[in-house]
């Protein structure tokens, strides 16, 4: 009996230098052959850029080898492969964006609607206004084309799939709430450990825990992002203004040009704040939550040995209270970010998009199997 051929699926790669990009490459590499025997598709990557170069070889480029293959990005080229992308080709694709451009963002819904599967490491589509977001999952429906972005909360955790699931078979999320910022559990940490509060900032900013605008992680609009998805995925219609925000730091989001002369008064309050948690077996925590009552960010000190507190920095943990799973939730943990597992999240989404394309592949779309 011979084996059926591989479902050929075209990838393009958007963000091919960046840390997460970088990582998806060499995954990529890595598990091609185990894909094609085990999972029934071929996947190649047919074209990828970045803000500086591109490389597009209709034969596939080698993910491990593409920095020879990168020529300086120009417009025309550019054009060319951003056309390509706007008609259904003969070969499915799947768009891959690990980026966190609102530029590549806006693109989503033109793929979606010529039937291209798209994976977004990259929150910003999904946290727009709720009409977009809807839009964006109605393409996806209308035009079989996979739409996945599981890595924008909690990297390689999965938790937006199985909170898809739940609604679907008709449970509903009466709250969903988690630790889901790395950057801000890290500082947590540390304080709790005993450093200043700018000693504290100043090692997650060495770390590269932080955004480059490290008032970003303070003013929490990072963590805002992920509830928002979070919460929408939970099915709560929930809009970016609706989110009742504390920043972890009142300055960066009243001063936020000039929250960095303030940190002297946040060494003194972060102090205190340490100190009587401590004095009542308490762990600051920031929280994010969503019910029926609306969604909010919260710094709260919770008893030590609630799972919140115990978290290690770096893990996100997310707690999941159904209308069947009331009295004992599901919880959902893991590492929350870094490149490799991000990237490994990212491959995850890539091959549900692809099966579900090489699903579709033979009920009459005369899409290209792999040669043997
Ligand atoms: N790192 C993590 O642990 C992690 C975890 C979960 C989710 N994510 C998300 O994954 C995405 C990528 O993160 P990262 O850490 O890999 O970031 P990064 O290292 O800064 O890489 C970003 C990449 O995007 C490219 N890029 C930016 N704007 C672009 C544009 N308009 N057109 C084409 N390419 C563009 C950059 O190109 P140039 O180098 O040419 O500028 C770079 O290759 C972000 O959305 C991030 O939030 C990251």
């Not at 989404?349 to 394309?357: E, G, H, P, Q, S």
Request: proline share 5%; net charge neutral.
């Amino acid at each position: 009996m011979s084996l059926p051929v591989p479902q050929r699926i075209d990838l393009v790669l958007i963000g091919t230098r960046g840390q997460v990009g970088s990582a998806l490459r060499h995954r990529l590499a890595r598990q091609a052959a185990r894909l094609r025997e085990a999972a029934g598709i071929d996947l190649r990557l047919l074209a990828t850029f970045d803000r500086r170069g591109i490389a597009w070889d209709l034969a596939g480029l080698d993910p491990d080898d593409v920095d020879a293959r990168l020529a300086p990005r120009d417009t025309v080229a550019l054009r060319s492969l951003l056309g390509h992308l706007t008609r259904a080709g003969d070969t499915p694709t799947v768009v891959i964006d690990c980026t966190a451009s609102d530029e590549i963002a806006d693109r989503y819904a033109e793929w979606l609607a010529a039937g291209h599967g798209v994976v977004a490491a990259n929150k910003r589509a999904n946290a727009r206004g709720l009409a977009q977001w809807r839009t964006l999952q109605a393409l996806s429906v209308r035009h079989g084309a996979p739409y996945r972005y599981e890595t924008t909360v909690g990297a390689a955790i999965p938790i937006l799939g199985p909170l898809r699931d739940i609604g679907l078979r008709g449970e509903r999320v009466r709250r969903v709430s988690g630790v889901l910022s790395g950057s801000l559990s890290y500082l947590l940490e540390r304080l709790h450990a005993g450093e200043a509060f700018s000693d504290a900032l100043g090692g997650a900013e060495r770390l590269g825990y932080t955004e480059p605008d490290p008032g970003e992680d303070l003013r929490a609009d990072d963590l805002a992002r992920k509830l928002l998805v979070l919460a929408r995925e939970a099915g709560f219609a929930l809009e970016p203004a609706g989110i009742r925000v504390e920043p972890f730091i009142a300055s960066a989001q009243a001063e936020p040009g000039n929250w960095r002369a303030r940190l002297a008064d946040e060494d003194a309050l972060w102090r205190g704040r340490i100190a009587q948690a401590r004095s009542l077996g308490r762990r600051w925590v920031m929280l994010a939550e969503a019910d029926a009552a609306g969604a909010r960010i919260s710094l709260q000190a919770l008893p030590e040995d609630s799972p919140f507190a115990a978290l290690p920095a770096g893990q996100n943990l997310v707690r999941v209270e159904t209308e069947l799973q009331a009295e004992r939730p599901l919880w959902l943990g893991g590492p929350g970010a870094g490149p490799e597992v991000t990237a490994a999240g990212v491959l995850s989404d890539v091959i549900d998009a692809a099966r579900t394309l090489a699903a579709a592949a033979p009920a009459g779309r005369g899409w290209r199997r792999a040669a043997a």
